[in-house]
Nanobody, 114 residues
Framework: QVQLVESGGGLVQAGGSLRLSCTASRSILEINNMAWYRQAPGNERKWVATFFSGGRSTYADSVKGRFTISRDNAKNTVYLQMNNLKPEDTAVYYC????????WGQGTQVTVSS
């Protein structure tokens, strides 16, 4: 069984930056389509970014140019660098991977104050 553990959330002012980490319990080379999602209060969970196994990455329009997803294979970790944060980025951020089935982390809270 694979586990994903997120960290790095917190409170930041608008315009600030945070880096989220998602560490897997096994090699992330064996986990496909690692991605970040977010869920704001009262809203459904929405896709933010994906790092595909071949190295390509894609982003939601709302974060394109501000967020960067990356991967450190040696640390079994996927990152989400978030710059120029806005209050509307406030949400619980979840890491997702596909390993025979879809796997989710427990989430990390990001709060952006205006």
């Amino acid at each position: 069984q694979v586990q994903l553990v997120e960290s790095g959330g917190g409170l930041v002012q608008a315009g600030g930056s945070l880096r989220l980490s998602c560490t897997a319990s096994r090699s992330i080379l064996e986990i496909n389509n690692m991605a970040w999602y977010r869920q704001a209060p009262g809203n459904e969970r929405k896709w933010v970014a994906t790092f595909f196994s071949g190295g390509r990455s894609t982003y939601a329009d709302s974060v394109k140019g501000r967020f960067t997803i990356s991967r450190d294979n040696a640390k079994n970790t996927v990152y989400l660098q978030m710059n120029n944060l806005k209050p509307e980025d406030t949400a619980v951020y979840y890491c997702k991977g596909d390993y025979y089935t879809r796997i989710w982390g427990q989430g990390t809270q990001v709060t952006v104050s205006s």
